[in-house]
Nanobody, 121 residues
Framework: QVQLVESGGGLVQSGGSLRLSCAAS????????MGWYRQAPGKQRELVATIPSGGTTNYADSVKGRFTISRDNAKNTVHLQMNSLKPEDTAVYYCNAEGVHSRGIYYPRKWGQGTQVTVSS
C-alpha cells in the first residue's frame, strides 16, 4: 500500500521559516510528479508547488520567491522550504504524488494526511 507521510508543520511567527517533508513508502518504483497543496479554512485546496521527476518546478504566484520545493528520487521524498511566511500562508498542507508505480500497480494520485501550518501576525 502506497502511503505519503508529512512532517514539519507547526506554529511560526510572521517572517519566519518552516520546512515540510513528505516521505512516500510502499515498494515504490517511480513517481512522476510530487508536490504540495494547501487548504485554508473555508477555501478550496490549492496548488503550492510541484516538481516532476526530471523537469521544471512550478509554483503558485503567491509563494514564488519565498518557497522552494525539492525532491530526492532515490528516497521518494519531497520537501518544501518556506521562508518569509505570512499569516495568509496558514493552512493544512498536503503532500501529493502523481503517477506512482508500486508492485506493478499504477496509482494516478495519492495524498498525504496533511500537516497544519499556522503563521501568527
Amino acid at each position: 500500500q502506497v502511503q505519503l507521510v508529512e512532517s514539519g508543520g507547526g506554529l511560526v511567527q510572521s517572517g519566519g521559516s518552516l520546512r515540510l517533508s513528505c516521505a512516500a513508502s510502499g515498494s515504490i518504483s517511480s513517481i512522476n510528479t510530487m508536490g504540495w497543496y494547501r487548504q485554508a479554512p473555508g477555501k478550496q485546496r490549492e496548488l503550492v508547488a510541484t516538481i516532476p521527476s526530471g523537469g521544471t518546478t512550478n509554483y503558485a504566484d503567491s509563494v514564488k520567491g519565498r518557497f522552494t520545493i525539492s525532491r530526492d528520487n532515490a528516497k521518494n521524498t519531497v520537501h518544501l522550504q518556506m521562508n518569509s511566511l505570512k499569516p495568509e500562508d496558514t493552512a493544512v498542507y498536503y503532500c501529493n504524488a502523481e503517477g506512482v508505480h508500486s508492485r506493478g500497480i499504477y496509482y494516478p494520485r495519492k495524498w498525504g494526511q496533511g500537516t497544519q501550518v499556522t503563521v501568527s501576525s
